[in-house]
């Protein structure tokens, strides 16, 4: 059946019911997805420890809500992406701003209310302004266009188009025979070990074939948990 997304959230066609989805990566920045039908299964170090995350645990472990990992990537940056952020703020403090100011938005709508009220000799700003360090509140205001760039750059856009079929998507069996082809084709000879002994390979290999094959077998089980 075919399947669409309707008001950010995945529908079968067909049924118009919807679809649990789950995202298999390491990277926060996917955790900004997150809704009550589409969960993360995060690698929090490979293969070897998984969790599955949701807004509920979002809110525990970090008490952030899913959306906030874009404002918190804009102020902390990631050079992994190329996200510069605002330089000298990190995880922990972008945690606190968006904890207090609740957007990027709103805080920087403090911090002109700020610069204004200094403008005019006046002193009724609010305390979370107050709070803000005078190191950190330079660099905020220093770092301001780089922050909404780094934004921008942070947002995963959610408005494409995209018809699927959930068949065509199973996991199951494939071709071994053509893959085998296409892994010699490219040298990838990791993974043709991973066929166990059809291949090219000496007794000495037998071993790590097996080891291989073991491994392999771990890492479906592990997927078809999803």
Do not use: C, M, W
């Amino acid at each position: 059946p075919e399947s669409q997304i309707q008001n950010d959230q995945p529908v079968n066609q067909s049924t118009n019911q919807p679809i649990i989805i789950y995202i298999v990566s390491g990277d926060k920045d996917i955790f900004q997805l997150v809704n009550g039908n589409v969960k993360v299964y995060n690698l929090k170090k490979g293969l070897s420890q998984t969790q599955i995350v949701d807004a509920e645990v979002i809110q525990q472990e970090y008490n952030l809500q899913p959306s906030d990992f874009i404002d918190l990537k804009a102020l902390a940056g990631d050079p992994s992406d190329n996200i510069p952020g605002v330089p000298g703020i990190g995880p922990k403090t972008a945690t606190q701003l968006l904890q207090d100011f609740d957007t990027l938005k709103k805080l920087y709508e403090a911090i002109e209310k700020l610069q204004g009220t200094r403008n005019n000799n006046q002193t009724n700003f609010n305390n979370q302004i107050q709070n803000i360090k005078p190191r950190i509140l330079n660099l905020l205001i220093e770092y301001k266009e780089q922050a909404f760039l780094s934004q921008s750059l942070a947002t995963i856009h959610k408005d494409v188009p995209i018809d699927f079929d959930l068949d065509k998507a199973k996991f199951g069996d494939y071709d071994k025979d053509r893959l085998r082809e296409l892994f010699e084709e490219l040298g990838f000879q990791s993974l043709l070990r991973r066929f166990g002994g059809n291949e090219a390979a000496d007794d000495s290999d037998v071993p790590r074939n097996q080891k291989d094959l073991s491994e392999k077998t771990k890492k479906d089980q592990q997927l078809k948990l999803l």
